[in-house]
Every structure is written in structure tokens, then in C-alpha cells.
């Protein structure tokens, strides 16, 4: 038994002031939180106070019940303004996804949900892990079982694991963490689940400096963690249906979100420098003009490559065909998303580089594009698309007829 993520009626939580402010805050923010390399807090406070943190959690728990279409979109505009801060949305996002899909049936994380909706708490995830090759679907750390007494009291199972994990997003500023690791000792690499824990209540180790070209602001260096748990705080669905079903699509489709964001800003800077070209030039187009042409071809297709993602898995969804997601055609048309979009993203400040010339070359300026396409080379990395196109040429080795 799983729960769907649908849409409701209500008023849109994306026009609320307070959404509005936390774009605002982005934008007058972006610029220092990238030079300084530091976790955007006030725009993060302000997405708590509008809600977003439990946008997608269903309306019996007190939550938004979002559509993916409508976070999607807040991860858009939020990432217009700053990336490092829409890469933070999107990788909460894609955790209470994981949650709200595989996990309301179970009392442990009902009542987490009703908790998430109160405190507005925010979920990073450690998927990566050292010696696994930054595959995501092996893991070394396994959870053990152990049995506690205490005084006066009869026993109690505790589990309880430790990872070390090569990058955890925002890691040192979540609240909670949701973390894969194996079944048991004896477990093999893939056999896989999700344990969420509470940050407070563990032990961790930053292990590395995060000083990176691109998503400063992302704060995502590596952690040695160590935690103790009950059994409840395991997700009840094995972490491969959580994957395919949910984790998988969900960032690919709110990460491109990401990057097309970052790249429409990128666009547009480099729009406003043709317009105050042709300003200064009347009755002139100025040559500049033809190369944002072909850059605004190039983002209609960029917007329908992600779009076209988004509404195949929504449609997918809504007709509850969880079946499809775990095919072999699907894996390959999700991966192919990622790596195009991904591609894409960079292709498009670099164009919007070559509209602006040096005046985009510098930075800080309005029509500077550093930032944007330091961010953008993120992409390619954030599962590598070299491991994404290695798995789907095995893929297309097994994968007969249309995707």
C-alpha cells in the first residue's frame, strides 16, 4: 500500500507573499552565498515560512498536497533567482517523496509527516557512499540489530549503523536525514533500505571542505555518521521499488527544473543586453541579436525535453501504473532526461556567454553568467552522466521495442 502525490484545490501556495519573499531573498542573496560559499539560510527560513518544506505531504496531515507539476514549478522560479538554493528544495522534495509514497501506511511516519508539516523540518539524504563508485544502488554500511534493557525496563530492539558518506547536501544544516545502507550484516550490496533519523540525536564527522566551482551554496561535503534507531524509522518499501518508483524520477525531473531555471536566468541576461544594444542603436539590429535568437531556440527545446518528462511521469501517476517506472523503457527514458538536460543546461550559458561578451565574463554585473554556468557544471556530475550512459547502453542490449 502506497499513497499517490495529487493535487488539490486550494489556494496556490506559489502566489503566497511569503513564497514571494523567499524568491526575493534568493535573488538579493544568490551572489553572496556563491562567493562565500555559505548555506543560504535566509531564503530557507523564509521557504519554512511559507510552507514549502511540506508542500508535498497530503492534506490529512496538514501538508499542501502538491502535484509534482507544482513543485516543479517552485523549484523553477526559486532557482531563476538562485540554483544553490532551488538544488536545496529539489533534494528535500525528492525525500518527502520517498516518505509520503512508501511510507504513510506505516504509523512511524504518519506521525513523522504531521511532525515534518509543524516544524517545517528539512530532509537531506546520504545515498553516497565511499567504495561504491557513486553507484547509488550498492551500499557497504549495513544496519544491525542490537537488544538494550534498561533499568526496570523489559528489553527493547535498537538498530543502529554507521556510514561514510562522500557528499551530504546541506548536510550540517538539516534537521533530519533519510540514509540507504544494506538490510543487515549479511545482506548483499544491492539489497537496500531507507532509514530516517533525527540529525539531533546522531553522531557525525565532516570529512572534506566544500570549496567547489559550482552549488556553493549546496554545503555538500562528505560525513562519517553514526546513528541508533528503532525499527519503525525503517521506510517499509525495499530501497530499489523506492528508487525506480519515486527517488530516481523525482530528482531527474526536479533537478532538470534546476537547471532550466538557472538557464532562463542566464537567457534572460543575456536578453536584456541585446534590448539596451538595440536601445543604443535605433533602427539597427545589433549583431548579437542573431546568436540570442538561436540560444532562445535552443531553451524552447531545452523547456520541451522537460516538460515532456514531467508530464509522462505525472500522467503515470495519476493513472497509478507503477509497474511502468520499474521497466526498462522507463529507466531509459528518465536517464536520457538527466543527461539532456544536464547537456543542456550548460550549452545555454554558454551561449548566453557568447550574446554577453565580457560584460558577461564579469562577475557581478547584470548581465553577469559565472555563477550560472559554474552551477551548470554541476549537472553532469550529480550522478555521473558517464555511469548513466554505461547503464543504459546495457539497457538497450536487453530493451526491445518502443521506449
Known amino acids: 500500500m502506497t499513497a499517490e502525490l495529487t493535487a488539490v484545490a486550494s489556494t496556490d501556495p506559489l502566489a503566497h507573499p511569503a513564497f514571494l519573499e523567499a524568491l526575493a531573498l534568493a535573488a538579493k542573496h544568490a551572489d553572496e552565498v556563491d562567493q562565500s560559499a555559505r548555506f543560504p539560510s535566509e531564503t530557507i527560513e523564509a521557504l519554512r515560512g511559507a510552507g514549502a518544506m511540506s508542500w508535498l505531504a497530503p492534506r490529512e496531515y496538514g501538508g499542501a498536497g502538491l ?31 520517498c516518505i509520503v509514497r512508501h511510507g504513510t501506511h506505516a504509523l512511524w511516519f504518519s506521525n513523522y509527516l504531521k511532525r515534518l508539516v509543524r516544524e517545517q523540518r528539512l530532509i537531506a539524504s546520504a545515498t553516497s557512499e565511499a567504495g561504491t563508485g557513486g553507484d547509488i544502488r550498492r551500499s557497504i554500511a549495513a544496519i544491525q540489530a542490537e537488544t538494550i534493557q534498561a533499568e526496570n525496563e523489559t528489553p527493547a530492539s535498537r538498530m543502529h549503523f554507521e556510514k561514510k558518506a562522500t557528499t551530504i547536501s546541506y548536510g550540517a544544516h538539516a534537521d533530519d536525514l533519510l540514509t540507504t545502507m544494506r538490510r543487515g550484516p549479511n ?191 554541476s549537472a553532469a556530475l550529480m550522478i555521473a552522466n558517464d555511469r548513466l550512459y554505461a547503464t543504459n547502453a546495457s539497457l538497450l542490449l536487453v530493451h526491445r521495442g518502443v521506449k
Request: glycine share 6%.
Open 67 to 97: 502535484s509534482i507539476e507544482e513543485v516543479a514549478e517552485g523549484i523553477f522560479e526559486l532557482s531563476r533567482r538562485c540554483s544553490a538554493s532551488g538544488m536545496i528544495l529539489a533534494m528535500h522534495q525528492i525525500q518527502v517523496a
Open 187 to 377: 545482506a548483499e550490496a544491492g539489497d537496500q533500505i531507507l532509514v530516517l533519523t533525527h540529525i539531533a540525536d546522531m553522531t557525525m564527522k565532516q570529512t572534506d571542505k566544500w570549496d567547489t566551482l559550482g552549488m556553493r551554496g549546496t554545503c555538500s561535503p562528505g560525513f562519517e555518521i553514526r546513528a541508533a534507531c528503532q525499527p519503525d524509522q525503517i521506510l517499509p518499501a525495499a530501497f530499489a521499488q523506492v528508487a525506480a518508483e519515486t527517488m530516481v524520477p523525482f530528482s531527474h525531473v526536479l533537478w532538470s527544473h534546476v537547471w532550466l531555471g538557472l538557464s532562463t536566468d542566464a537567457f534572460d541576461r543575456a536578453h536584456s543586453f541585446v534590448r539596451g544594444q538595440a536601445r543604443n542603436t535605433p533602427g539597427i539590429t545589433p549583431p548579437s541579436a542573431t546568436r540570442l535568437a538561436e540560444l532562445s531556440a535552443h531553451m524552447a527545446k531545452f523547456r520541451a525535453t522537460v516538460q515532456s518528462a514531467l508530464e509522462d511521469y505525472s500522467d503515470l501517476v495519476r493513472r497509478s501504473e507503477r509497474a511502468v517506472l520499474s521497466t526498462v523503457g522507463y529507466a531509459l527514458r528518465i536517464n536520457e532526461l538527466k543527461i539532456a538536460a544536464s547537456e543542456a543546461a550548460v550549452e545555454a550559458c554558454q551561449m548566453a556567454l557568447r550574446v554577453c561578451g565580457v560584460p558577461g565574463y564579469k562577475n557581478g554585473g547584470p548581465f553577469s553568467i559565472g555563477r550560472a554556468l559554474r552551477d551548470a557544471h
